[in-house]
């Protein structure tokens, strides 16, 4: 079996032992960070010489590119792979989002990659004058970053899901009348009795029938020492049996075991949005809108004025400018740190709220005069 099919069969037995004690389905499915940290990398190696052989940067940075036969398509051809491999991306979840009547950062980017490709594109046919292949392919290449970051910060909390997943074994040893038998962990029902071998881990949450053993609980408690449990004692799934063999009738499966409720707190952490977050939504949804607004008035003050060139061009001056680079970048970064810096220190974050709150409140305490 190859690496790579080694790892999808990793991935399928995490599913499945997910699904058996959790139930619930990933809404980032078919999201990936390997995709968008490929594209980042491939966006940002066409971006280099796209900007390289533009004639503003030239102009601006005192400079001469190569001349070669076809030199002058460079950017034009580059930034269209880059606008159709990055940004269709974009595009997709700006019609989501107009879907919905919400237009947020997503509808904001598309807007200002749709305009600055067509007048590009215009510009290289001697249609247009304002000839913008560098920056719709800078903009793509740092919004795609920043959706990579976002992306690897839910994969780590998935990660945390697939740790947690794994604490369970695969298969169960199903007791029925004086013979066992290995099922999965998808056929256990209420009711069932089940046989932990010394060293192996609690398939389900119950309680003890027959037998006494130590039963490392650490992975809910804490508690580096084995507690004892004998007959009439609860077991947790997930928890490792030591010097004994239990039997367990199974008492909970699926969301209700502690295992589920600690991955649904994991993956409420994993889906809430912070403060910032909205903020940034908000703030995008009414720079979209200004956007709008503020091209259609330009538009029409050049129009009328008689300059119908200088219109168009102005026009799309201000619809390209108007998507806030900094914005789209800024808050998939701080997602991603505070999740890492979180999960190095052991933390469970359930609310990114309330860590905001927190950071209030340490702040409030920092400032504070000593009496």
């Not at 298969?171 to 290995?182: H, I, K, P, Q």
């Not at 056929?187 to 046989?195: A, P, W, Y």
Request: hydrophobic share 50%; glycine share 8%; aromatic share 8%.
């Amino acid at each position: 079996m190859s690496h790579h099919d080694h790892e999808q069969a990793s991935d399928t037995h995490g599913d499945h032992k997910m699904s058996a004690i959790h139930g619930s389905h990933d809404r980032h499915a078919g999201h990936s960070a390997a995709m968008f940290r490929d594209k980042f990398w491939l966006s940002f190696a066409l971006t280099i010489p796209v900007v390289f052989w533009s004639t503003d940067v030239q102009h601006w940075l005192g400079y001469t590119a190569p001349s070669f036969p076809g030199s002058k398509f460079v950017s034009a051809i580059l930034g269209t792979v880059v606008f159709v491999y990055d940004g269709l991306v974009f595009i997709r979840g700006a019609s989501s989002e107009l879907a919905d009547h919400k237009p947020g950062m997503m509808t904001l980017i598309s807007l200002a990659i749709i305009v600055a490709f067509g007048t590009s594109l215009a510009a290289t046919f001697g249609l247009f004058q304002v000839d913008v292949w560098w920056e719709l392919a800078s903009l793509i290449t740092i919004m795609v970053l920043g959706h990579w970051l976002e992306m690897r910060a839910i994969s780590q909390a998935h990660g945390a899901l697939n740790a947690l997943a794994a604490l369970l074994p695969d298969t169960a040893e199903l007791v029925r009348g004086a013979e066992t038998r290995s099922v999965p962990l998808l056929d256990l029902r209420v009711g069932d009795i089940v046989l932990v071998r010394p060293a192996a881990r609690v398939p389900a949450g119950g309680t003890v029938v027959e037998g006494a053993a130590d039963v490392d609980e650490s992975m809910i408690t804490g508690e580096s020492k084995p507690l004892p449990r004998m007959v009439g004692s609860k077991v947790i799934a997930g928890t490792v049996v030591s010097g004994g063999s239990l039997r367990v009738s199974i008492a909970a499966i699926g969301d209700q075991t502690a295992l589920s409720g600690i991955m649904r707190l994991v993956a409420a952490a994993q889906a809430s949005g912070s403060r910032t977050q909205a903020l940034a939504d908000r703030a995008a949804a009414v720079l979209f809108y200004v956007a709008v607004a503020s091209g259609a008035v330009t538009f029409a003050y050049w129009w009328f004025s008689g300059d119908k060139e200088h219109a168009l061009i102005r026009t799309a001056t201000v619809l390209v400018i108007a998507c806030p680079h900094a914005l789209g970048l800024a808050i998939p970064l701080v997602i991603a740190i505070s999740t890492s810096l979180g999960a190095q220190n052991g933390l469970l974050v359930k609310d990114r709220l309330a860590l905001e709150r927190a950071a209030i409140w340490i702040w409030l305490f920092s400032t504070r005069p000593e009496p």
